[in-house]
């Protein structure tokens, strides 16, 4: 260890010695103490006998760093200059003798508390005493001081810290003034040798920092007039820097009293002392320290800037300048665009009022939402929330913003699938990011307002904000955005979108500002292509197009027949040197027209990136445990694969980065491509105007194109529509027809819109009487439209029928309250089933197939619409099968309980193969069979389903699926190979994946559900590990690896293989080696995963520090408290 590090070891093995009372005395030491002694070993040994001599009798006192910045009674002495009125104000006096007793036992000997009562109340005493004095008051005599002091001795404890007093002058005549002779302080003497040694190492530091913040272009802070003042809160992002030589002029300085000493918090105290003596201090670059200092001062300046709404933004829009070298290192946008600064400059931003703003596709929205929030994080200290459409954009968008989180100094968290805490955790310090899903995000908001922390959200950003006039999910969206709106006051809102059309009703709903444009940072051109033909979109044009061109590529007999619409010859004009997406009406078709590309494409293209293919080929078969998709297997050596839900979220995950990074050139994907995750290309096809069985919307249509020509990767950009003749009229309606208007859809989706919104008012007492409930649904999207949408009844109408059925449902009951002989008021109180119902339903999560929710939507709207969310269709329901479990639940495997766990609204969906059932269900063990039996399905009746015989005795449909469905989930949860089990069932493994993801966002609510009625309790425990087996459903030790964003089972097995095994290895992790130890890892990648993990670490480490302060903390409804703290006034 070095010099340092022996300076402390010595100093921890302290002498036993009687300890002296307050009346602490500044010695200086004399100048035999200082001379210099002999070379080497002996001259330390010499100075580590004289400091453990000099030390016997001090008292220690524990500084706590992080405080510095937030008390300003903690009086700093350092950087430039010192204040020798604090010295003269201090009571001075000679030391004590010392005993030579080197015993470690007991660290602190006999000392003994000086105090009576608590040591933190005294000194928030003393301070209390401080803060009432005048403000610029100077002590006028030492006299005054002395007093003080003395009465402090009984009741209060007087605390300085001192930093630095190197340049203190002491002279005869200030020893005469202070009224104590014998006392010299040298020039150099360093009062910070009796502070304990990770303090003293904080605070020599903090003096080297100071002194080198004097060398930089910062202003020297003049202590000597503010040493009343607070203390700088650029202290409080500085790091300690453990110094690695002695300085051997340092000071050694002697603190003792002859008060009487008194017992009190003895232990106490010592144990404090000897961690704090014990702590060893982190080591950090001192470029690193100027650098966070530096950033603590313009964040502070950001503050004011923003605080004053000043039109000087400072830096980087009233950000720190390292926000701009950050968004420069990770994302390299060195400068906004016209319309982005424009945007950020607003009055309506300025003024924090909620804003909507509209362009078309990757015109670069997001940065501006982006820096919005950072504004609010790091200057406003109010935590955000970011609303994204789909589970993949929000695992995107923490990989990316985990890194500035790391920088910056807040929290990024992921509430998506099955992830995020409700509520969250209330921080003290540092602020939090919440990027979750349109589900999640209303679960959040939920949680936030029943603890009462609503007000704690300074921002909430929505992306795709027309997604509030789709189905279920607008719905939720729009009891989000309506609770905030009517909750807080505080809460600005910022909505973005490419395809808005009616936004004077969002406006109204939002009451919100408009901004728009049309920029658009690379060109594209529209085309259509009808036969051979190409023509392109002109609205100037008199039928709306002008003829391009014709295709110049020579077709052979075979090939007309196989590519009637000349998509090999449209592809190779781009591929493989740029990129392509080809968007399909169905999955199969994605496939097919996959394979028929590669058949008539020339040998030449296998050679291009031909060892880069050959490793996705074989990471796909890692991941796959062996198995490969074959139609994969054929296309992908050609650059070529389709993209869509039959995918497993692995082979997804691959694929979008071999595209990402040019390994593949062309995708043939389904519309959701679209909205998820940033896949660009230079060209895109459509190969018809259909998704699935009906005609393209304009929304849509302009989503698909928008993928073309993103910027900073293309100059330019091109969308192709094939259409047939009989399509043509249809076709040019399209593309000039305005965007599609947004409706509510709050009373449409009755039992997942206006009665989950009633149940959860009540439920959180944001209303509780009908003219209450009333008020608020006025004010709901739904409210500002209800002229449009409300045909036969009217809002008060659908309120009153609405409450009616959730009071029969049992979910509410109603009290009626006569206030006079004429008015009368009705109030509701929510149900314990009512309010389980209501727990069930807050934490909703879709998470099929990533981001496949819009292709499951637009194919199956019922399954979307209600997946991993208690239907109130479905509590009672819910409430006789988990009640009929519990007379004869069958614990001896797992089916039983995820029988109960299985989505009902896949249930009609399901179309069992009856051999495979019947199969499975004869390898059942007794028991396994014994819980078909108790749900009323027998082997004989599998058996004549599998044979086709008739069936007389009726068997519930319904029950009959579910368990099938059940058998699936048990198979895959044995085996955990979706791979296997797609084979065994016959069923695409993407489907099965959905449906895993599926039952674990259900099993979640059920939990909740039963969390709130007494009578499940057996269930808590049970589904709290079922939970997390679904939720996963990989090897137990994989399962820290897969809590880091962007890291799924395959990237998990190789991080395990490799020895990362642990979230504490990965946080720790040399990005550089992790690209070079793992197989098809990019340098981006490997970057996300270690800020990811680092991000995540952070977290759980702060919600541990948070937990522990909270169970030291004194409770504030403790009996005394309030009569001791009337007292002290």
């Known amino acids: 260890m070095d010099e340092g590090g022996s300076r402390i070891r010595r100093r921890v093995s302290l002498p036993k010695r009687n300890r002296p009372s307050l009346g602490c005395i500044f010695v200086g030491p004399t100048a035999a103490e200082l001379e210099p002694g002999d070379e080497g070993k002996e001259e330390e040994e010499l100075v580590a006998e004289n400091r453990r001599r000099k030390t016997a009798g001090v008292l220690r006192v524990e500084v706590q760093p992080l405080l510095l910045s937030d008390s300003p009674e903690c009086l700093i002495l350092g950087g430039g200059g010192t204040n020798p009125d604090l010295l003269r104000r201090m009571p001075i006096d000679r030391g004590v003798g010392d005993q030579d007793n080197d015993s470690e036992e007991d660290m602190f000997g006999d000392y003994d508390s000086f105090t009576e009562n608590s040591f933190i109340a005294q000194v928030d005493d003393l301070e209390q005493k401080y803060m009432q004095l005048p403000e610029h008051k100077k002590h006028a005599t030492d006299f005054a001081t002395e007093n003080l002091y003395s009465e402090s001795i009984k009741n209060k404890l007087s605390i300085t810290t001192i930093g630095n007093l190197t340049e203190l002058q002491t002279d005869k005549h200030t020893e005469n003034q202070s009224g104590y002779e014998g006392v010299t302080v040298e020039p150099g003497a360093n009062l910070l040798y009796d502070v304990p040694s990770s303090q003293a190492i904080y605070f020599e530091n903090l003096q080297n920092s100071s002194n080198d913040l004097g060398?930089?272009?910062?202003?020297?802070?003049?202590?000597?007039?503010?040493?009343?003042?607070?203390?700088?809160?650029?202290?409080s992002h500085n790091c300690t820097e453990q110094r690695q030589q002695n300085d051997e002029h340092s000071s050694k300085v002697r603190i003792s009293s002859d008060m009487n000493r008194r017992k009190s918090i003895k232990d106490h105290l010592k144990s404090a002392m000897t961690g704090n003596a014990k702590a060893q201090t982190p080591i950090f670059s001192r470029s690193k320290q100027l650098k966070d200092t530096l950033l603590s001062e313009e964040i502070n300046v950001a503050k004011k800037?923003?605080?004053?709404?000043?039109?000087?933004?400072?830096?980087?829009?009233?950000?720190?300048?390292?926000?701009?070298?950050?968004?420069?290192?990770?994302?390299?946008?060195?400068?906004?665009?016209?319309?982005?600064?424009?945007?950020?400059?607003?009055?309506?931003?300025?003024?924090?009022?909620n804003l909507i703003y509209s362009l078309p596709t990757s015109g670069g929205k997001t940065l501006v939402a982006e820096i919005l929030m950072l504004q609010e994080l790091l200057c406003c200290r109010k935590d955000v929330l970011m609303i994204l459409p789909y589970v993949a954009i929000v695992q995107e968008k923490i990989s990316g913003l985990s890194s500035f989180g790391v920088e910056l100094g807040f929290f990024v968290e992921e509430y998506a699938g099955s992830k995020g805490r409700f509520p969250p955790t209330k921080r003290r310090e540092k602020k939090s990011l919440y990027i979750a899903t349109i589900e999640k995000g209303h679960s959040l908001v939920n949680s936030l307002i029943e603890s009462g922390r609503i007000d704690s959200l300074g921002l909430v950003v929505v992306d795709e904000l027309h997604m509030i006039g789709e189905g279920s999910r607008g719905a939720t969206l729009e009891m989000t955005l309506a609770k905030i709106l009517y909750t807080s006051k505080t809460t600005q809102i910022i909505g973005m979108s490419a395809t808005l059309n009616n936004v004077e009703d969002l406006q109204k709903f939002l009451?919100?500002?408009?901004?728009?444009?049309?920029?658009?940072?690379?060109?594209?051109?529209?085309?259509?292509?009808?036969?051979?033909?190409?023509?392109?979109?002109?609205?100037?044009?008199?039928?709306?197009?002008?003829?391009s061109r014709l295709l110049n590529f020579k077709y052979s007999d075979t090939l007309k027949k196989m590519d009637p619409d000349h998509l090999v010859a449209l592809v190779t004009e781009v591929i493989p040197n740029y990129s392509c997406l080809v968007f399909c009406p169905s999955k199969k078709n994605c496939e097919n027209v996959a394979e028929m590309i590669c058949k008539f494409l020339s040998k030449e293209y296998l050679k291009h990136k031909e060892k880069e293919k050959c490793e996705v080929i074989k990471n796909l078969k890692n991941n796959g445990n062996g198995n490969l998709c074959p139609v994969l297997k054929r296309t992908i050596p050609f650059g070529v694969a389709y993209h869509h839900s039959g995918l497993t979220s692995d082979e997804r995950k691959l694929l979008e980065e071999a595209y990402s990074t040019g390994v593949l050139c062309l995708f043939t994907c389904t519309s959701t491509l679209a909205a998820g995750v940033n896949l660009p290309a230079r060209r895109v096809i459509l190969r018809a105007p259909y998704v699935a069985k009906e005609f393209l919307k304009r929304n849509q249509y302009k989503q698909m194109i928008g993928r073309a020509g993103r910027a900073g990767i293309d100059t330019i950009g091109e969308s192709i529509l094939i259409l047939q003749e009989k399509d043509k009229q249809q076709v040019l309606e399209l593309i000039t027809r305005p965007l599609e208007n947004c409706y509510s859809h709050?009373?449409?989706?009755?039992?997942?819109?206006?009665?989950?919104?009633?149940?959860?008012?009540?439920?959180?007492?944001?209303?509780?009487?009908?003219?209450?409930?009333?008020?608020?649904?006025n004010g709901t999207f739904f409210g500002v439209q209800q002229k449009i949408l409300l045909k036969e009844k009217s809002l008060?109408?659908?309120?009153?029928?609405?409450?009616?059925?959730?009071?029969?449902?049992?979910l509410l009951q109603k009290d009626t309250i006569c206030k006079s002989e004429e008015e009368v008021q009705h109030n509701f109180h929510i149900t314990k089933l009512g309010r389980?119902?209501?727990?069930?339903?807050?934490?909703?999560?879709?998470?099929?197939?990533?981001?496949?929710?819009?292709?499951?939507?637009?194919?199956?709207?019922?399954?979307v619409g209600s997946e991993g969310t208690i239907d109130l269709a479905y509590c009672d329901i819910l409430y006789r099968d988990l009640k009929k479990g519990l007379e004869g639940l069958v614990l001896e495997s797992l089916l039983h309980l995820i029988y109960l766990t299985t989505p009902y609204d896949l249930i009609s969906q399901c179309n069992p193969d009856w051999m495979i059932y019947f199969r499975q269900f004869s390898q059942l063990s007794p028991a396994e069979q014994n819980v078909?039996?108790?749900?009323?399905?027998?082997?004989?009746?599998?058996?004549?389903?599998?044979?086709?015989?008739?069936?007389?005795?009726?068997?519930?449909?319904?029950?009959?699926?579910?368990?099938?469905?059940?058998?699936?989930?048990?198979?895959?949860?044995?085996?955990?190979?979706?791979?296997?089990v797609s084979e065994k069932f016959n069923m695409p493994r993407g489907y099965i994946q959905n449906l895993l993801t599926g039952a674990a966002s259900f099993s979640s609510c059920v939990l909740h559900f039963c969390e709130e009625l007494e009578e499940f309790w057996v269930y808590r425990a049970l589904l709290v590990e079922l939970t997390k087996k679904l939720t996963y459903c990989v090897k137990a030790e994989l399962i820290p690896l897969m809590e880091v964003t962007g890291v799924l089972e395959g990237r998990a097995k190789q991080l395990y293989?490799?020895?990362?095994?642990?979230?504490?290895?990965?946080?720790?992790?040399?990005?550089?080696?992790?690209?070079?130890?793992?197989?098809?890892?990019?340098?981006?990648?490997?970057?996300?995963?270690?800020?990811?993990?680092?991000?995540?670490?952070?977290?759980?480490?702060?919600?541990?520090?948070?937990?522990?302060?909270?169970?030291?903390?004194?409770?504030?409804?403790?009996?005394?408290?309030?009569?001791?703290?009337?007292?002290?006034?």
């Open 932 to 980: 078909a039996a108790i749900l009323g399905v027998s082997e004989s009746f599998l058996g004549k389903k599998a044979s086709g015989q008739a069936i007389r005795k009726k068997v519930d449909k319904d029950v009959v699926n579910r368990l099938y469905l059940s058998f699936v989930l048990y198979t895959l949860l044995k085996e955990t190979n979706i791979w296997t």
């Open 796 to 810: 008060w109408e659908i309120t009153v029928e609405s409450l009616r059925y959730l009071t029969e449902k049992g």
């Open 511 to 547: 009451q919100a500002e408009y901004y728009t444009s049309q920029f658009r940072p690379v060109e594209l051109k529209e085309y259509l292509k009808i036969n051979d033909t190409i023509y392109e979109i002109d609205s100037k044009a008199e039928n709306g197009m002008t003829f």
């Open 305 to 353: 800037t923003i605080e004053s709404s000043s039109n000087d933004l400072g830096p980087f829009y009233s950000l720190p300048s390292k926000v701009r070298d950050l968004y420069a290192q990770f994302k390299g946008i060195e400068k906004l665009y016209e319309w982005q600064h424009t945007c950020l400059t607003l009055n309506s931003v300025q003024e924090r009022k």
């Open 215 to 235: 060398n930089c272009s910062m202003k020297e802070r003049d202590w000597k007039s503010s040493s009343h003042n607070t203390v700088n809160e650029e202290l």
């Open 746 to 777: 709050l009373v449409q989706e009755f039992t997942k819109g206006i009665q989950t919104l009633f149940l959860s008012l009540i439920g959180l007492k944001i209303a509780t009487n009908l003219d209450d409930i009333y008020h608020f649904m």
């Open 836 to 863: 389980a119902s209501f727990k069930g339903c807050m934490d909703i999560s879709m998470y099929l197939g990533v981001h496949m929710e819009m292709f499951l939507w637009v194919r199956f709207p019922k399954i």
């Open 1057 to 1129: 293989s490799a020895g990362y095994k642990s979230l504490m290895h990965l946080a720790n992790a040399n990005p550089e080696v992790l690209v070079r130890t793992i197989d098809h890892l990019s340098r981006r990648q490997a970057k996300q995963i270690v800020a990811s993990a680092k991000m995540l670490l952070h977290e759980k480490a702060e919600a541990l520090q948070e937990e522990v302060e909270e169970l030291l903390r004194l409770p504030s409804d403790f009996p005394g408290a309030v009569a001791s703290s009337t007292d002290k006034a």
